[in-house]
């Protein structure tokens, strides 16, 4: 059965999560299983894993969470030498199907290929309509099977893959982290800006393992090496590992809302902890807009880091004045609108016990349509808080994503075309304020680069959306 995702949800959610692993000798299909239950906030809709033995591709992959595709009848049929998995969240106006679960199989030739991508393609319409007036068909339906085409089609001219991906990145657009596998290698490669994340590490027994996040590198055992850099195509087999460069990027944009919402907070995104970065917010927001007030709390989980900074910066009591049920799935919620709309009190408890009679300063990640901020307010009011406070450490979202993040059109967002005080007074709280972006650079100021997308906040889009 299918559930088709009707609007969008009241968050910004990440698109997908992708990990690969190359360590012969090695039970490669369950280190790739490990790392996608690290990354499986990234995605829930779906999961999948492909294993390449040096001569064939085997794939498994279904709707539903990593624990729920995969068991140890499934895990004994995947051996092999190399391994790449991937979550995925479907985004707005998707399907959940298994059609669109990735790895996304193809072939090049005769050589079977595996490709898992975090991230959106642009101008996919001419791209499709161009490869298959050359004789390409096309199953899913999706941006990712648009690619694995254009590698293939980049490959044959070039006449080797690592080089025909080199190439088909110049005419991909938009944002991509993919892993392309073969049955003897692996290849990870990002989009010239940078936009999704997507980093290396090595095994004790000298395998190496890509990820989208290094939570992912964390659970197989594996330590941090790098990040793969913008345009980069790393080769990861027999010889080693192996990069090549292509033309990145005048300007370095990744998305600063990993650091955000999107990234768990025990992974380091270039060099900055997440955790870190998320305190760093709390306590600059509480510079930025104090008050007076009782006691913090945080909107767990991504709020929870900033409302410990918040508390610390202020000298406010920090409490733990929200209880998060981490097993109410987001399929299970959103069939009607009025499930939806109840969603929030199945996901959120206010603790009455702990905020009752207090003036609370609430800490979330941000706002999107904000009728979960306008619920959340009603129901610590019901628990009896005198005042609530609502601090958000992103600044206002009055932009739709392109580049893999479920938001559709402005119209959905509710900083759009309105002041802080009609948000306020919308939402029902006592008062409202967000991060700056200047606070926002300050809190993320340790990665090793500068350059942000910020398009959600600001309009400017590192790609142009085609027309």
Known sequence: METVVCEMPDALE????????????????????????????????????????????????????VTQVFDDAVMEELGGSLAVGHVRYSTSGAASSRDAAQPHLSTIDAESIALVHNGTLLGTE????????????????????VAAHVIARAVRRAGSVREGIRQAMDVLEG???????????????????????????????????VSSETCGLDIAGAAYVRDVEPAE???????????????????????????????????????????????????????EAPVQADAVIGVPDSGTPAAVGYAEASGIPYAFGIVKNHYVGRTFIQPTQAMRERGITLKLNPLPSVIAGKRLVVIDDSIVRGSTSRQLVSMLYEAGAAEVHL????????????????????????AAGRTTEEM???IGCDSLAFIS??????????????????????GSYPVPRPL
């Open 14 to 65: 990440e698109a997908c999560g992708v990990f690969g692993v190359y360590a012969p000798g090695e039970d490669v299909a369950r280190l790739a299983g490990f790392g996608l239950q690290a990354l499986q906030h990234r995605g829930q809709e779906s999961a999948g894993i492909a294993v390449g033995d040096g001569e064939t591709l085997r794939c498994h992959k279904d709707v539903g969470l």
């Open 126 to 145: 001419a791209l499709r309509a161009s490869l298959e007036a050359e004789g390409a068909v096309f199953a899913a339906g999706t941006d990712s099977e």
């Open 175 to 209: 944002a991509y982290a993919m892993i392309l596998a073969t049955p003897r290698a692996l290849y990870a490669f990002r989009d010239p800006h940078g936009i999704r994340p997507l980093c290396i590490g090595r095994l004790p027994e000298g395998g190496w393992v």
């Open 233 to 287: 195509v790393v080769r990861l087999g027999r010889e080693g590992l192996v990069a090549e460069s292509g033309r990145a990027a005048p300007r370095r944009a990744s998305c600063i809302f990993e650091y955000v919402y999107f990234a768990r907070p025990d992974s380091i995104i270039d060099g900055q902890s997440v955790y870190q970065a998320r305190r760093a917010m709390g306590a600059i927001l509480s510079a």
């Open 391 to 414: 601090r958000i450490v992103s600044p206002e979202v009055r932009w739709p994503c392109f580049y893999g993040i479920d938001t559709a059109t402005r119209d959905q967002l509710l």
């Open 424 to 426: 306020r007074q919308w």
């Open 437 to 458: 972006l200047e606070g926002l650079h300050r809190a993320v100021g340790g990665a090793r680069h500068q350059g942000w997308c910020e398009a959600c906040f600001t």
